[in-house]
């Protein structure tokens, strides 16, 4: 590589380059000698895009195709991911509006205020939350059967569609945190556990309840290869909910669903969560959770001193700063070597940035970053 920027081989590994995504993905689940699906991001903003269109990214070639990742694919179940999976769901409701911003209630029930000229730019405003009683909830409950036929495909046209597929599927979940708080907000939520602990009680319940029938519908028909549970429960400096409150409201609900979930032969259960989630990682190994992502960075998820604590109890996905990929390509090759050769040592590890690529990233620094994982991985 030109520039002094040259890749560190793994001398005493062979990778086996032989094998499809899926294949990777598996191998990578079971810690075995294979190379890690390319999955180097959440996902790019729409302002990095147009930089670096004007910095070399081909305006023909989308940036997940120019880079050579790896696809993947969602069962198309209604059952969540960041959103409940209400079904059906809110009708939407315009409440205001100008020239850049929106005032509306989404299909939740959430009263939110956004951007509408550059909403990458800015995280919505959450207004209002739809639950504020029991009568709330309970008048909440029937979009939340598991047994609704329109939460489900026409099953023989997608057993066609993923017949000898060679990419991942998922079935996304909207986590037991994850969807409470959609409910009440994150902190009318705080009060519930306290305040309320047997409402929050049946709020999980009804959430097992809800994915052990999608899984039950869904796994005979479609067996994915990975169950991703959205949560994000933390913040930069720790989780949102304490080890406790977790250990009570969350730990045997997730127990519970994740046994179903193996007994479908499904290997990897995924916890997607930002901030820093260190005092809540024994507990989410107890409930059968094997991975985690993103690893982000500046909240003290650094993905070598978990692979040292936890060794082959989780799979690590992420945990490439952001931040340095915007710095200079010296910083950015120090970023990657300091973290990606260790962890593809021990296995079981997905390079990747520790969120979506945001427009402070050249696409010259990028670009470096996909060549040396690439190099070092295989």
Known sequence: MKNGHGPRSLSDVTWR???NSREKFLGTCRFENVPPPRWDCLGFWGSTIERWLTEGLPADAPA?????????????????FCDTPFCPAFEPELISEDDTIRTWRDGQGIVRRERKDRPELSMPQFLEFPVKSREDWERMKPRLDPDTPERYPNWDELKKRYDGREYVLQLNVCGAYGMPRNLFGEENLAYIYYDDPELLHDIQRTWLRLYKGIVSHT????????VYLWEDMAFKTGPLISPRLFEEFMLPYYTELIELIRSFGVECVMVDSDGDNR????????????????????????????????????????????????????????????????????????????????????????????????????
């Open 219 to 226: 796994f005979p028909n479609i067996k994915p290869d990975l």
């Open 279 to 378: 005092p809540l990682l024994d507990l989410f190994i107890r409930s059968g959770v094997d991975t985690f992502m993103p690893l982000e960075i500046a909240a003290g998820m650094d993905p070598v001193p978990l692979r040292e604590k936890y060794g082959r109890q989780l799979v690590l996905w992420g945990g490439i700063d952001k931040r340095a990929l915007s710095k200079d390509l010296a910083t950015v090759e120090r970023e990657v070597m300091s973290k990606v050769p260790k962890l593809m040592e021990t296995r079981g590890y997905i390079p990747s940035v520790d969120h979506s690529v945001p427009p402070d990233v050249p696409f010259e620094n990028y670009a470096l970053f996909t060549k040396l994982i690439r190099e070092i991985c295989g």
């Open 64 to 80: 997940h195709e120019y880079f050579g990742m790896d696809p993947r694919d969602t069962i198309p179940v209604v059952s969540g």
């Open 17 to 19: 380059n032989d094998i």
